[in-house]
């Protein structure tokens, strides 16, 4: 974690944050006519599969949660997500860092609107108006954009993610019927 911070605010001059949090759609252009209501969202033409990730500014991805169906949204699909896990048993790293002379016991994410207000969370600041406000709306944006960058090469360099579950006939497998029916139960 230290390692983290220390890498975030070399590039962002953001004391304290260890990633940027966010969630996207994958198409699933081959899913199941069973699955599709399931996986449909109102806004997509076909069915979508959700990751939940954390990114750091090298394009790493530190935590990826996939499979809720795309009919849900961001903070659904944190509910489901291990991310704070650590956290509720009381095991996550205490990694301290300073900002104005004040002592935080935990860092935090990057995240847009549409999730809480955790003190994990920390969110841009809507319509600034003062410069240092303008500034830090500036950075947070600069720095946020680390995970979608991360998820747009995600996307470009597997094509394969927008057929998680395709159906292959036995032939094309070139495997015996009894071992695709392994496979798949």
């Known amino acids: 974690m230290a390692l983290l ?3 975030h605010e070399e590039k ?6 260890f990633g940027s949090l966010d969630c996207t759609h994958f198409v699933w252009r081959y899913c199941p006519t069973e699955y599709r209501g399931q996986f449909t969202l109102g806004d997509h033409r076909y069915p979508t599969v959700m990751l939940d990730a954390v990114a750091s500014q090298d394009l790493w991805f530190w935590h990826a949660f996939a499979g ?3 009919s849900q949204n961001d903070i659904n699909v944190l509910q489901q997500s291990p ?4 956290e509720r048993n009381g095991t996550a790293p205490k990694c301290p860092f300073y900002v104005n002379n004040h002592l935080y016991k935990r860092g935090y994410l990057l995240v847009d609107g549409i999730y809480p207000s955790w003190f994990v969370f920390v969110k841009s600041i809507p319509y600034p ?3 240092d406000r303008k500034k830090f709306k500036r950075q947070h944006e600069v720095a946020r954009k680390d995970v979608e960058r991360a998820f747009g090469i995600l996307k470009a360099k597997w094509g394969v993610l927008s057929r998680p579950m395709r159906a292959i006939s036995a032939k094309k497998l070139g495997v015996s019927c009894t071992r695709v029916l392994f496979y798949t139960t």
């Open 12 to 17: 962002h001059h953001l004391p304290g944050m």
């Open 83 to 86: 991310l704070f896990l650590t």
């Open 5 to 7: 911070y220390q890498a």
């Open 129 to 131: 108006h003062e410069v």
């Open 68 to 70: 809720p169906p795309g």
